[in-house]
């Protein structure tokens, strides 16, 4: 019923930039209220990195505050994370949750994830 598909991973050398999308689509209507960008990397446990939520109010993890950027646009129905200055600390699988308002219901959906590679 709903896909939620990540982009923008790769790999980059460390003090680069990257941008993460995460598109939800839907054959019904609903509305996106809440995203988060996660990531695990080999051997650890996934870890929030950064949320929005419907009013707009953003959260981040202490090892990514001041360098990486949630946003969204409501329009395209899509939750951005614009990371810079990387680090091969940085360097995991990027998962994207969205909350996400059908009828009366609301559900949370997980994308596939985005390799995310930084090398020193």
Do not use: H
């Not at 003090?15 to 809440?34: E, K, M, Q, Y």
């Amino acid at each position: 019923q709903v896909q939620v598909v990540e982009s923008g991973g790769g790999l980059v050398q460390a003090g680069g930039s990257l941008r993460l999308s995460c598109v939800t689509t839907s054959g019904r209507t609903f509305t996106l209220n809440a995203g988060g960008w996660y990531r695990q990397a080999p051997g650890k446990q996934r870890e929030l990195v950064a949320s929005i939520n419907s009013n707009g109010n953003l959260g981040y993890a202490d090892s990514v505050k001041g360098r990486f950027t949630i946003s969204r646009d409501n329009a395209k129905n899509t939750v951005y994370l614009q990371m810079m200055s990387l680090k091969p600390e940085d360097t995991a699988v990027y998962l994207c949750n969205v909350a996400v308002k059908l009828g009366d219901y609301t559900y949370s959906y997980w994308g596939q994830g985005t390799q995310v590679t930084i090398s020193s």
